[in-house]
């Protein structure tokens, strides 16, 4: 992993920098913003810090977790001759500990492990994060030139549960117990005797966050128009997404903006998607086949965005399923488009893997989450970035519309997922 830090007038210009050193696989660990100081500081703008990193390859290929057969295993060895124990965890899919513990190192059982889960020191770590990773940057600097001194065996224990207690966390945010031990391994293996609780937790920390990737959200390239369409299950929030994203373009962007729907299924869907366009004066079409999609949108070619609203159906119907890459893939090929898959965070997670492969078939997607406001666990949310290996693009926590709607915020979730509030 390369980690650096760029400074900009705004966080966009520090990620665009971070981006052209290290490409575009560059991942923002974390942003500071940088106030001026001293005495002329009312003549200085803030700046903003970003760190940012990039994975040297690519360690989750996509769609690889159903084909998976191998077991997982119990234990995370934090150097080459110590190995610690997982406790077991009380979730069917997840086998118990069965390596004995080592005296020093004491197995905590599960109802313990939970009261440690929601332990004040991890919460305060990671309200702390922004520190962490400061102090554990310089800490990178300085071993680059220095070889790392041999640690005390106090802290290597404290090191052992700390990284039992991010496991059981992972876990209990609904994390797939495979990426779990993936995630554990790949930290362990920078980590030694002697890591300091802090720079196990940055280091798990990171690693989730290259993990997540960076969020993808619609871009214009200036050719227009660009034809987005919302795909997805019944009832996850496409229509009141769509018009979050096409409010935010032509309030605070200022863009043009159109809208579609090819929801003929339900009388209501239409009226719906109707009032949005009429608050934001946008223009509306009903659409049925591809050849009226497209005509429609001839009729709107000096207009910056197209949102296309579809009717949710059950992926299991392979009719429904058909009429929409049918729709997709009728697109005039003169238009660039980009398909957003979304999803509902309180999906069951077998449904999800099922739906994102189902929704593959019919196009490329992006994935946006909704209704976090409405679960507690977002280990979902990584277990299906993963699996698919599409890019995450926004998050939505309520019904406001156009307000409950954000960029996806991975630094956000990330904290949560480890414990955080
Ligand atoms: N709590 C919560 N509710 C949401 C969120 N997004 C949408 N909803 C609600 O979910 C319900 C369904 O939203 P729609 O936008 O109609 O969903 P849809 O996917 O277009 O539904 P169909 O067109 O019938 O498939 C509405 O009551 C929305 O207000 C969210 O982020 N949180
Ligand atoms: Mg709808």
């Known amino acids: 992993m390369t980690i650096n830090k760029y400074q900009g007038k705004t966080k966009e210009e520090a990620v665009e920098k971070a981006k052209q050193e290290l490409g575009a696989g560059a991942v923002v660990l974390n942003v500071k913003e940088i106030k001026p100081k001293g005495m002329f500081k009312m003549f200085k703008n803030t700046l903003y810090e970003v760190t ?15 084909s998976e057969t191998k077991p997982v295993h119990d234990t995370i060895s ?20 069965v390596a004995p513990a080592p005296a020093e190192q004491e197995v905590v059982p599960m109802k ?14 990671l309200e702390n994060l922004s520190n962490i990773l400061e102090k554990q940057f310089s ?9 790392v001194e041999p640690q005390e065996k106090e802290n290597r224990t404290e090191g052992f549960q700390f990284i039992k ?11 797939n117990e495979k990426y779990v031990n993936q995630i554990m391994d790949e930290a362990e293996k920078v980590l030694h005797n002697g890591s300091s609780v802090d720079s196990i937790l940055s280091n798990v920390y990171q690693k989730l966050i290259l993990k997540f990737d960076q969020p993808q959200t619609i871009e214009l390239t200036g050719k227009k128009p660009k034809v987005i369409f919302f795909i997805g299950p019944t009832g996850v929030g496409k229509t009141t997404t769509l018009a979050k994203i096409a409010s935010r373009y032509k309030v605070d962007k200022e863009k043009k903006v159109a809208f579609l729907t090819a929801d003929t299924y339900r009388i209501a869907a239409t009226e719906q998607l109707r009032i949005y366009a009429n608050i934001l004066d946008a223009p509306m079409s009903i659409i049925y086949t591809p050849e009226e999609m497209n005509d429609a949108i001839a009729r709107v070619s000096e207009y910056d965005l197209v949102f296309v609203d579809t009717a949710g159906f059950s992926h299991r119907n392979e009719a429904q399923c058909q009429d929409m890459k049918k729709l997709i893939d009728g697109l005039d090929e003169a238009y660039e488009k980009e398909v957003y898959l979304v999803l509902s965070a309180t999906t069951k997670y077998k449904d999800l893997l099922e739906i994102a492969d189902t929704y593959k078939e019919i196009a490329n997607y992006k994935l946006i989450f909704t209704k976090l406001d409405e679960t507690i666990t977002y280990g979902n949310i990584l277990n299906i970035k993963l699996y698919s290996g599409a890019k995450l693009s926004y998050m939505t926590s309520g019904q406001n519309v156009p307000d409950d709607i954000e960029v996806f915020d991975t630094q956000k979730i990330v904290k949560q997922l480890l414990g955080g509030r």
Request: proline share 6%; aromatic share 2%; charged share 40%.
């Open 52 to 66: 940012a990193a990039v994975e040297e390859k690519e360690a989750f290929p996509a769609q690889t977790l159903r």
């Open 165 to 175: 207690m991010l496991y059981r966390t992972l876990l209990e945010n609904d994390v």
């Open 112 to 125: 313990e492990a939970k009261r440690e889960s929601t332990n004040e020191g991890l919460e305060k770590r």
């Open 139 to 147: 800490v990178e600097e300085m071993r680059k030139s220095h070889p």
């Open 78 to 97: 934090l150097a080459a001759d110590e190995k610690i124990t997982i406790p077991g965890v009380a979730r069917e899919n997840t086998r118990p500990a």
